[in-house]
């Protein structure tokens, strides 16, 4: 247990639904990662907090995508008209200050669309 | 911008045989480091190890150990003494340029440990 938690860890939707996941990061980390792994792949980022500043989004968020972290502490990440190729493991990381310190991953969310 | 390459998709050792995962990297990072994680069948990464470009001895931890070769831009994973519970994917991993410093990852590496 890395100390992340993340909800739920399952979710069937089905398409055009939209759907939300949380993610409670070690209460002493400021930062925040989240990532999208497909099948066969590894992670991939997808956007980046600092405290509550969404500071980074990569090209993989699409506007149906939107993440928040409100008081800089939990993060939801929502899905929007969910499609079939949304359907992946949605991981959330949070690391420790400093530039190189290792991530603490979430058990992640898995995400299918039917 | 960063990138990793594991080129073997897929793996096989006997048990208490030692097995090295390879991986390559390609930064325009100064200052970087390599993280390898594994991840088990249930889904959760697993942090083994690190190591920095500017460490000069090789990364151990316990059965892990890191053989970082910063000329030839390796860094490959070698798990010692293999045990059935080794079974899984090894993902290795680079910080961003961007500074924001999330992982860059390769595609990963499926470990099958035979008894």
């Known amino acids: 247990d890395t100390g992340v938690s993340q909800n739920p860890r399952h979710k069937i939707t089905k398409r055009g639904q939209n759907v939300t996941f949380r993610c409670d990061p070690i209460?002493?980390?400021?930062?925040l990662y989240w990532y999208r792994q497909t099948l066969g792949q590894g992670p991939e980022f997808l956007t980046y907090f600092q405290n509550e500043a969404q500071l980074e989004k990569s090209r993989l968020l699409s506007d149906r995508f939107s993440a928040e972290r409100p008081k800089g502490s939990f993060s939801t990440l929502e899905i929007q008209r969910t499609e079939q190729g949304d359907s992946a493991m949605y991981l959330c990381?949070?690391?420790?200050?400093?530039?190189?310190?290792?991530?603490?991953f979430g058990p992640g969310t898995r995400l299918t669309v039917l | 911008a960063q990138k990793i390459t594991q080129t073997q998709p897929g793996m096989f050792v006997q048990e208490k045989e030692a097995v090295t995962l390879d991986c390559t990297y390609d930064t325009s990072d100064q200052s970087y480091g390599l993280f390898w994680y594994k991840q088990p069948s249930s889904g959760e990464m697993i942090f083994l190890i690190y190591?920095?470009?500017?460490?000069?001895q090789n990364a151990t931890e316990g059965r892990y150990s890191l053989n970082f070769q910063k000329a030839r831009k390796s860094a490959n994973l070698v798990i010692s003494a293999s045990q059935l519970g080794d079974s899984a994917m090894y993902f290795c991993a680079i910080p961003r340029d961007t500074g924001r410093r999330a992982l860059t990852f390769g595609s990963g590496t499926r470990l099958q440990v035979q008894p």
């Open positions: 990381a949070s690391p420790l200050s400093g530039a190189f310190n290792e991530q603490f």
């Open positions: 190591q920095g470009s500017y460490d000069e």
């Open positions: 209460s002493e980390h400021n930062r």
